[in-house]
C-alpha cells in the first residue's frame, strides 16, 4: 500500500524557512517522480514543484523560484521542500503528491494527507 | 501558462442524478493530458480520471471522462452520497502544471 506522510510544517515569520519532508512507503521510491501542491484555506489547489525519479530534473512554479528547493534521497525514499524568504500569502496546507511515471509530466496518483504551513507575524 | 476554467462553481443536484462538470483549457491540452481529482473536506484529493478517460485504480465506472484539445467533461452518471464534494481539473501537458478553479458538486 502506497502511503505519503508529510511533515516539518508550522509556524514562521515572514522572510522565515521551513523545511518539509515527506516518507514514502509502499513502491520503489526512485523509479517515480515525485512533487509538491499546496492548497491555502479555503482555496484551490497549486502546483509548486516537482522532481524526476532520478533527481536529474526539477520544476518550480514561478511564484517560488529562486526560493524553494526540491529534493530527495532515494535511500531513505524521502522528499524534501525547502523554503525560504516565505511570505504570508504562502499559508497553506502542502501536500506531497506521487507522479504516475518517472517525469514530472503526468497525474499525481497518491497524495499524503498534507502538512499545514502558517506565515504569520 | 495554461488556464483551465472549470464551470459551474457550484452544481446542485439530488442523488441519482447525473452530474455533468467542464473544464476549459486556455489553449490545447498536449496529448490529452487532463486529469480529474475528487476531495472531501479535510481531506487529501484522490486522483479519478488520467490520461483525459482513464480510470484510476479502485474508481467506480459511474465517473468516465471525455474531451480533446481544449473541453474536456467529467461526467457521474448517478450520484451516490459519497460523490458531493470538490472536484478539480489538472493539465499535465506543459509546464507549469495548472489546475481549474473547482466544481462543488453539492447535495440539493
Known amino acids: 500500500e502506497v502511503q505519503l506522510l508529510e511533515s516539518g510544517g508550522g509556524m514562521v515569520q515572514p522572510g522565515g524557512s521551513l523545511r518539509l519532508s515527506c516518507a514514502a512507503s509502499?513502491?520503489?521510491?526512485?523509479?517515480?517522480?515525485m512533487g509538491w501542491v499546496r492548497q491555502a484555506p479555503g482555496k484551490g489547489l497549486e502546483w509548486v514543484s516537482g522532481?524526476?525519479?532520478?533527481?536529474?530534473?526539477?520544476d518550480y512554479a514561478d511564484s517560488v523560484k529562486g526560493r524553494f528547493t526540491i529534493s530527495r534521497d532515494n535511500s531513505k525514499n524521502t522528499l524534501y521542500l525547502q523554503m525560504n524568504s516565505l511570505r504570508v500569502e504562502e499559508t497553506a496546507v502542502y501536500y506531497c503528491?506521487?507522479?504516475?511515471?518517472?517525469?514530472?509530466?503526468?497525474?499525481?496518483?497518491?497524495w499524503g494527507p498534507g502538512t499545514l504551513v502558517t506565515v504569520s507575524s | 501558462e495554461i488556464v483551465l476554467t472549470q464551470s459551474p462553481g457550484t452544481l446542485s443536484l439530488s442523488p441519482g442524478e447525473r452530474a455533468t462538470l467542464s473544464c476549459r483549457a486556455s489553449?490545447?491540452?498536449?496529448?490529452?493530458?487532463l486529469a480529474w481529482y475528487q476531495q472531501k473536506p479535510g481531506q487529501a484529493p484522490r486522483l479519478l480520471i488520467s490520461?483525459?478517460?482513464f480510470r484510476a485504480t479502485g474508481i467506480p465506472d459511474r465517473f468516465s471522462g471525455s474531451g480533446s484539445g481544449t473541453d474536456f467533461t467529467l461526467t457521474i452518471s448517478r450520484l451516490e452520497p459519497e460523490d458531493f464534494a470538490v472536484y478539480y481539473c489538472?493539465?499535465?501537458?506543459?509546464?507549469?502544471?495548472?489546475f481549474g478553479g473547482g466544481t462543488k458538486v453539492e447535495i440539493k
Open positions: 489553449q490545447s491540452v498536449s496529448s490529452n493530458y
Open positions: 509502499g513502491f520503489t521510491f526512485n523509479i517515480y517522480a
Open positions: 522532481l524526476s525519479g532520478g533527481g536529474a530534473s526539477t
Open positions: 490520461g483525459t478517460s
Open positions: 489538472q493539465q499535465y501537458g506543459k509546464s507549469p502544471l495548472t
Open positions: 503528491a506521487k507522479f504516475k511515471v518517472g517525469t514530472c509530466y503526468s497525474a499525481f496518483d497518491f
